[in-house]
């Protein structure tokens, strides 16, 4: 859907809202903390600000962030997992303002980390940069996927076929589909207007994933590695506008 400057505008809100979670997440991640005090900082934010929680409640999720540690590629349920040194923690968060919905999430290494663990983390990061290059008005929505893939695999890493980003707007999850790989067949034309969640999930090893049995929990199905960079973009006439940024 194209959105109109005045829902930009809105979505600009929201996007700062998912930022400073961020930014206070990233503060207190420290070997000791649990997910579950992670999340409440989340919570706090949002109702500081007067947003509401995209994530708390979806389709039956407990908490307003997901926390996947190590393995784990998205959706990790908040608890009582306790950080250590030289772990990979990967959040994602949201927030809605006015109706208008920001999507956004990070990996980052608690205390000292490998050097391979800050490789993955940095490459999933700039995949998502070389997607976001892609959101100019006139390119195709595959150029996006093609690009992500391109830097992960170049780093002899694989992309999550299962999982892909999406349209944002009035609901987190809008079509269509942002796959972060080539799809097969090319995409629609991007659009002045258009406003996308792009999310990388980068493996060190094989593509393949798991659902554990808390029915939400996505790991890799060979236990390597994952790490998850996501924006919500606009594309915008003066190319692509990262929205949840401060
Ligand atoms: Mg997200
Ligand atoms: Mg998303």
Redesign the pocket.
Known sequence: MIRNPDELKKMRKAGIVVAEIHEKIREAIKPGITTLELDEISRKVLEKRGAKSN?LGYHGFPATI?TSPNDMI?HGIPGSYRLKDGDLISI???AIIEGYHG???FSTGVGEISKETERLINTTEASLYAGIDKMVAGNRLHEIGRAVQEVAEKAGYSVVREYVGHAIGTE?HEEPQVPNYWPGRPGPTLKVGHVF?I?PMVNAGGYLTRVLEDNWSVVTADGSLSA?F?HTIAVTENGPEVLTLP
């Open positions: 994530f997901c998205v994602d968060c949201g999507d956004a999430a987190m969640a999310e998850h996501e």
